[in-house]
């Protein structure tokens, strides 16, 4: 099964991909880990990606689409995976199309997580990640049983690009440059929407329908 994550920063796409791997048994590739990995390395690729990422920028697709379809092509994903992350632009959506009409693969759900700004303010700013396993926890809505350690033993950080200022440039351009992408899977007949105001798990119940997992 392929499943893409579509939605604003901070509305839960990281929390149910990684609940709906475990469930279905597909890798969960998260874009935003995968650069967050090149960004530690100091070569030039990881400084441009740290300066794209720490203003709220998007990576360019010519830095993204090539490393993405290779990973597509990753032996551990045969059975499927959960994109999380791509695409976020138009020129990556039409990118992802080419690649699997030449791999012979295909999408099955696009699920789209829609919540309210002023929601997903309160969720980042509460955001701690583990920047070893990248598990994610929230001050209030899902705390680390040990505060500020992650169940693998490695203290908790905020990220960078979760500052209020940073957070206004993430939010503006995904208006502009992943907003579009929605309308682009509707008009494939993809789409389906979840209502992700709700609980983490009352969520997930949501997920797993759109995704047709019983
Ligand atoms: P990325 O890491 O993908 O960030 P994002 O899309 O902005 O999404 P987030 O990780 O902020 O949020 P999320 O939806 O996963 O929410 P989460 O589950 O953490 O990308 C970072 C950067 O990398 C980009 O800005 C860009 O620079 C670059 N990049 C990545 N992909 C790219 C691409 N394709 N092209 C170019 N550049 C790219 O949840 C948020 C918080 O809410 C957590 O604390 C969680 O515990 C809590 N929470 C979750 N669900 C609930 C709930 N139902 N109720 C209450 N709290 C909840």
Redesign the pocket.
């Known amino acids: 099964m392929r499943i893409l994550?579509l939605?604003?920063?901070?509305?839960?796409?990281?929390?149910?991909?990684?609940r709906l791997s475990k469930r279905i048994g597909v890798p969960h590739i998260?874009?935003?880990?995968?650069?967050?990995e090149t960004m530690i390395k100091e070569t030039p690729l990881g400084r441009e990606?740290r300066s794209?990422?720490e203003?709220?920028?998007?990576?360019?697709?010519d830095?993204?689409i090539d490393v993405?379809c290779e990973r597509l092509r990753g032996p551990d994903l045969a059975k499927g995976y959960i994109l999380?992350?791509?695409?976020?632009?138009i020129k990556?959506a039409e990118a992802l199309s080419d690649f699997e009409n030449q791999s012979d693969m295909k999408t099955d759900r696009v699920i789209y997580?829609s919540l309210p700004e002023a929601?997903?303010v309160?969720?980042?700013s509460?955001?701690?990640?583990c920047p070893v396993c990248s598990r994610?926890?929230?001050?209030?809505?899902?705390p680390a049983p040990q505060k500020d350690v992650c169940v693998c033993g490695v203290q908790l950080i905020q990220?960078k690009?979760?500052s209020e200022e940073t957070v206004v440039v993430?939010f503006s351009?995904?208006h502009r440059e992943t907003a579009p992408v929605i309308q682009y899977y509707e008009r494939l007949g993809l789409l389906a929407q979840v209502d992700?105001?709700?609980?983490?798990s009352?969520?997930f119940s949501s997920v797993c329908k759109a995704a047709g997992v019983v």
């Open positions: 994550f939605g604003p920063p901070g509305a839960g796409k990281g929390t149910q991909a990684g998260a874009t935003g880990n995968m650069l967050r990606v794209c990422i203003s709220g920028k998007l990576v360019p697709d830095r993204i993405v999380d992350g791509f695409p976020r632009t990556q997580f929601e997903l309160k969720r980042i509460g955001r701690r990640s994610i926890y929230h001050l209030l809505y899902d990220r690009d979760d993430r351009v995904y992700a105001t709700q609980t983490i009352d969520v």
